[in-house]
Antibody
Framework: EVQLVESGGGLVQPGGSLRLSCAASGFTFSSYSMSWVRQAPGKGLEWVSSISGSGGSTYYADSVKGRFTISRDNSKNTLYLQMNSLRAEDTAVYYC??????????????WGQGTLVTVSS | DIQMTQSPSFLSASVGDRVTITCRASQSISRYLNWYQQKPGKAPKLLIYAASSLQSGVPSRFSGSGSGTDFTLTISSLQPEDFATYYCQESYSTLTFGGGTKVEIK
C-alpha cells in the first residue's frame, strides 16, 4: 500500500525557514517524480515544486522560485522541501504527491495527508 | 503560463441529479487534463486522468471528456458521498489547477 506521510509544518515568523519532509512507502520511490502542492486556507490547489526520480531535475512555481528548494533522499525514501524567506502568503497546507507513472504528463495518483505551515508574527 | 478556468465555481444539486462541470484551458493542452475530488480536511483524490480515463476504484458514474482547450467532468447520478469540491488540472505544462467547483446539496 502506497503511503505518503508529511511532517515538519508549524508556526514560523515572516522571513523564517522551515523544512518539510515526506516519508514514502509501498512503491519504488526512486522510480517516480514527486511533487509538493499547497492549499491556502479556504483556497484552491497550487502546484509548488517537482523533482525527478533521480533528483537530477527540479521545477518550481514562480511564486516560490529562489526561496524554496526541493530535494530527495532515495536511500531514505524521503522527499523534502526547504522553505526560506517565508511570507504570510506561504501559509497553507502542504501536500506531497506522487506521479502516477514516469512521464511528465502523468497526474498525481497518491497524496499525503498534508502538513500545515503558518507564517505569522 | 497556462490558465485553467472552471465553471461553475459553485453548484447546488440533489441526489440523483446529472451534474456537469467544465474546465477551459487558455491554450491547447491536448488531452493532458485530470480531475480530482476533495472533501473538507482531506487530500485530493484522483478521479479522471488523460481527459477521460477513469482511475482505478472510482465509480463509473464519473466520466470525463474533451480535448484541446475544453473539458467536462460529468457525474451521471449524484450520490451523497459526491458532495465535495472538484478541481481540474493540466499536466501538459506547469501542472496548473483550476479554481475548483464546490458541489453542495440542494
Amino acid at each position: 500500500e502506497v503511503q505518503l506521510v508529511e511532517s515538519g509544518g508549524g508556526l514560523v515568523q515572516p522571513g523564517g525557514s522551515l523544512r518539510l519532509s515526506c516519508a514514502a512507502s509501498g512503491f519504488t520511490f526512486s522510480s517516480y517524480s514527486m511533487s509538493w502542492v499547497r492549499q491556502a486556507p479556504g483556497k484552491g490547489l497550487e502546484w509548488v515544486s517537482s523533482i525527478s526520480g533521480s533528483g537530477g531535475s527540479t521545477y518550481y512555481a514562480d511564486s516560490v522560485k529562489g526561496r524554496f528548494t526541493i530535494s530527495r533522499d532515495n536511500s531514505k525514501n524521503t522527499l523534502y522541501l526547504q522553505m526560506n524567506s517565508l511570507r504570510a502568503e506561504d501559509t497553507a497546507v502542504y501536500y506531497c504527491a506522487k506521479r502516477m507513472r514516469t512521464t511528465s504528463y502523468d497526474p498525481f495518483d497518491y497524496w499525503g495527508q498534508g502538513t500545515l505551515v503558518t507564517v505569522s508574527s | 503560463d497556462i490558465q485553467m478556468t472552471q465553471s461553475p465555481s459553485f453548484l447546488s444539486a440533489s441526489v440523483g441529479d446529472r451534474v456537469t462541470i467544465t474546465c477551459r484551458a487558455s491554450q491547447s493542452i491536448s488531452r493532458y487534463l485530470n480531475w480530482y475530488q476533495q472533501k473538507p480536511g482531506k487530500a485530493p483524490k484522483l478521479l479522471i486522468y488523460a481527459a477521460s480515463s477513469l482511475q482505478s476504484g472510482v465509480p463509473s458514474r464519473f466520466s470525463g471528456s474533451g480535448s484541446g482547450t475544453d473539458f467536462t467532468l460529468t457525474i451521471s447520478s449524484l450520490q451523497p458521498e459526491d458532495f465535495a469540491t472538484y478541481y481540474c488540472q493540466e499536466s501538459y505544462s506547469t501542472l496548473t489547477f483550476g479554481g475548483g467547483t464546490k458541489v453542495e446539496i440542494k
